[in-house]
């Protein structure tokens, strides 16, 4: 699929990723895109990888957030984790989560 119906900024600071980046976005934009099907309210998206602990000792090396703008609301997730593509995954189901509770939210209301 690798089109979205919506604007999908992509940053990347991770080195060891950027061979693979296209690999990653194209995941990305592909969920994203399944999770806006037959929806309209999902106006853009935001995907961030990085490596905030480059430099330090920590548990964690990746780091990703996404962020799905929806209306006046924006849903944001990030996970850290030491191997990026679990990092990603967790990252891309935990904003799929947030979106369809706030879209079960709508529904009630």
């Given at each position: 699929?690798?089109?979205?119906?919506f604007?999908?900024?992509?940053?990347?600071?991770?080195?060891?990723?950027?061979?693979?980046?296209?690999?990653?976005?194209t995941l990305a934009?592909?969920?994203?895109?399944?999770?806006?099907?037959?929806?309209?309210?999902?106006?853009?998206?935001?995907?961030?990888?990085?490596?905030?602990?480059?430099?330090?000792?920590?548990?964690?090396?990746?780091?990703?957030?996404?962020?799905?703008?929806?209306?006046?609301?924006?849903?944001?997730?990030?996970?850290?984790g030491?191997?990026?593509q679990?990092?990603?995954?967790?990252?891309?189901?935990?904003v799929?989560?947030?979106?369809?509770?706030?879209?079960?939210?709508?529904?009630?209301?």
């Amino acid at each position: 699929m690798d089109k979205a119906n919506f604007p999908v900024e992509f940053n990347n600071e991770i080195d060891d990723v950027k061979k693979n980046e296209n690999e990653y976005y194209t995941l990305a934009v592909d969920r994203l895109s399944k999770l806006a099907e037959g929806h309209t309210d999902i106006s853009g998206a935001a995907v961030n990888f990085k490596q905030p602990a480059k430099e330090h000792q920590t548990s964690y090396i990746n780091e990703v957030t996404i962020v799905v703008y929806m209306g006046a609301d924006h849903i944001a997730a990030t996970e850290k984790g030491e191997r990026f593509q679990f990092t990603l995954d967790g990252a891309l189901d935990a904003v799929e989560r947030q979106v369809r509770e706030r879209r079960k939210q709508q529904r009630n209301h």
